[in-house]
């Protein structure tokens, strides 16, 4: 990470855990635990579980964010939820594009840049994933397979609303797996995220995009990753369920 020239941002990714009151009860008990972070700390929570979130965060550094948006601001979409109404309640963050939501609801790089330009058009923050299977690392196109995607999901994002996007880089084969790529590739692959951004917005601007590393991070491998140039923070999923361990990784984020 380099704090000069950019934010570190760890943020937990709870997928489908925990219910409204459990919610609760982990965000006060996270609370005083992150509260000399000098990292921002983020939660994505389910959907049920944003309005407790946001009330149990109130007054902390403790940031709320939801875990997908659909890309139209209403309609006749049953089941979905729009920016707007996020943002009503008092949401900062959505992940877009995590690789769960490719590979089970079919998303693709062009809706996810859709979901990005709705998701800034309603003032949330974005997190967009990013990441290679394990045949693409292998067949050698990872950093052109992240190029690609990150330069089609920022497609029509002005300059100076990438204050408001973080990129997470998170190899597909290390997520939840307990396999994490080691910190040279997550360095070398944050890098090609970084090059690409620099190819559509310049150098300059690149430089201040927060870049996380996402895929197995953990109390014992934060510190490695971290240190890395080009590692600005995590996305966090089984890691960010546990009080301790979710606190260990800010506290490495935060040195
Ligand atoms: P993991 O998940 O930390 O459990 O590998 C990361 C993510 O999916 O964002």
């Known amino acids: 990470m380099n704090t000069q020239l950019r934010r570190t941002v760890i943020a937990g990714n709870w997928k489908m855990n925990k219910t409204p009151s459990e919610t609760t009860a982990f965000i006060k008990e996270l609370a005083p635990c ?3 972070a000098t990292c921002d700390v983020v939660c994505c929570v389910p959907y049920v579980c944003l309005q407790n979130a946001i009330e149990a965060a109130k007054g902390t550094n403790i940031k709320i964010g939801a875990q997908n948006i ?3 601001p209403k309609g006749a979409y049953t089941g979905e939820i729009a920016a707007d109404m996020l943002n009503d309640l008092g949401v900062e963050y959505v992940i877009i ?9 079919a998303e693709t790089d062009e809706t996810c840049n859709k979901k990005v ?3 800034l058009a309603a003032g949330l923050k974005v997190i967009l994933c990013v990441g290679e299977h394990k045949e693409q690392r292998l067949q050698g196109v990872t950093n052109e397979l992240v190029g690609m995607q990150t330069k089609i999901a920022l497609q029509n994002v002005k300059a100076e609303d990438l204050k408001n996007v973080i990129i997470a880089y998170e190899p597909v084969w ?3 797996t307990g396999l994490t790529a080691t910190a040279e590739q997550a360095d070398e692959t944050n890098g090609a995220v970084r090059a690409a951004v620099a190819d559509v917005y310049g150098k300059d601007v690149a430089e201040t995009v ?7 991070m953990n109390a014992g491998n934060a510190d490695e990753l971290l240190a890395k140039y080009h590692v600005d923070g995590g ?11 979710f ?5 490495s984020a935060s040195k």
């Open 70 to 72: 659909h890309f139209e």
């Open 247 to 251: 606190t260990s990784i800010v506290k």
């Open 117 to 119: 330009l709705a998701a």
């Open 97 to 105: 594009g995590h690789s769960e939501r490719r590979q089970y609801f």
């Open 210 to 216: 927060t870049i996380q590393y996402g895929g197995s």
């Open 34 to 36: 992150v509260a000399d």
């Open 235 to 245: 996305l966090i999923g089984g890691a960010s369920l546990k009080v301790p361990d």
């Open 174 to 176: 290390a997520i939840g």
